[in-house]
């Protein structure tokens, strides 16, 4: 059974975006949206509140691009 690790914890649109760019790159990952399960269960939470995962097997490729990703955005 292969492991998820988190990758990330940010806004749905920076995990959204570095999730489609690590697709693109054959790296599948999965995304818990904290912040909609807060609100769906009637509580708030921070909008930074969204966590990026990939396979353990892909960290170290994911965590290349991330640091791309990092350097052409401000975040």
């Known amino acids: 059974m ?4 988190k ?3 940010q806004t749905s649109i920076v995990i959204n ?3 489609a760019i690590l697709e693109e790159n054959n790296i599948p990952t999965m ?3 904290n ?3 807060a609100r769906v269960g009637g509580f708030g939470s921070s909008p ?3 966590d990026l995962y990939v396979y353990r097997t892909d960290l ?6 991330l640091l791309d990703f990092k350097k052409e955005n401000s975040f």
């Not at 292969?2 to 690790?5: L, R």
């Not at 170290?60 to 691009?65: C, D, F, M, N, V």
């Open 2 to 5: 292969k492991e998820h690790v």
């Open 7 to 9: 990758l990330l914890t």
């Open 17 to 19: 975006r570095l999730g």
């Open 31 to 33: 995304v818990k949206d």
């Open 35 to 37: 912040v909609e399960s």
């Open 48 to 50: 930074n509140n969204v």
């Open 60 to 65: 170290e490729r994911a965590q290349k691009i």
